[in-house]
């Protein structure tokens, strides 16, 4: 049975964060500890997702405003994510991350965008599952306002990272698949969204970010995220 917990980022127990790490290290080169505490001490909230007291996924997240089109809006910012792959089919962590939406901005007034950098398909795959509508997407051109929009979130969190002619962020310290990991399966080679992302992402070997966006909100949602949304699965608060 797997388990999730949604605590303070700077509430993590040492041992947590030891495994964390642990576990970003068996899917990717280059991570380090100084790198792992610099993404958590910059982020708010993170769900760990644990089977029997083990460690199977994670995710960190943040909360920031921002001002679009005159309004003050809230900016959801996933961080390091990751999955043991005996959890790449099952759904906790997606179930997981909408409750925690739910939980921490429902109450709220402001409008919830999310800003997801993608490495690899199988984190972008997720915003089809999750939103009807997301940037960029292989069906429609992403509107100017809203691309004027994404270029100024991304210019302004990673400045000169940031080519807003390709909408790609080159981290100095990119996080890179093992070699193991980075070749897409042939059977996602038919998948529209995994294409479009292969598109659009060629460096995503080598590390490089795709910027996406996607609205938070009810009205935004899919069959299978208002379902989540909706439902009763338990999400173990700790604070």
């Known amino acids: 049975m ?3 917990f949604l605590l303070p980022a700077d509430q ?3 041992a947590d964060q030891r495994l964390m790490l642990a576990l970003l290290q068996t899917h990717f080169e280059g991570v380090h500890w100084p790198q792992f505490q610099a993404d958590l001490g910059g982020k708010d909230w993170v769900i760990l997702l644990k089977s029997a007291g083990i460690l199977k996924g994670f995710t960190t997240f943040g909360f920031y405003p921002a001002q679009w089109e005159g309004q003050t809006v809230r900016i959801v910012y996933s961080g390091d994510t990751i999955t043991d792959p005996s959890m790449w089919s099952n759904p906790a962590l997606a179930k997981a991350w909408t409750k925690a939406m739910q939980i921490l901005h429902e109450a709220r007034p402001e409008k919830l965008y999310w800003l997801l950098i993608s490495s690899g398909y199988r984190t972008y795959r997720f915003l089809s599952i999750f939103a009807k509508e997301f940037y960029p ?14 270029h100024q979130l991304a210019q302004n969190k990673f400045q000169a990272n940031y080519d807003p002619s390709l909408g790609i962020v080159r981290l100095p310290q990119p996080q890179v698949l093992t070699p193991n990991l980075r070749q897409v399966p042939t059977e996602k080679l038919g998948d529209r969204h995994v294409e479009f992302f ?12 795709l910027v996406c966006l996607a609205e938070v909100s009810t009205e935004n949602l899919t069959k299978a995220g208002l379902r989540i949304w909706h439902s009763s699965y338990a999400v173990n608060i700790l604070n």
């Open 2 to 4: 797997i388990e999730a």
């Open 12 to 14: 993590i127990p040492d």
């Open 137 to 150: 997407h292989y069906l429609h051109p992403t509107p100017p306002p809203v691309q004027n929009f994404i």
């Open 198 to 209: 292969l598109q659009k992402n060629p460096g995503h070997i080598q590390g490089d970010e």
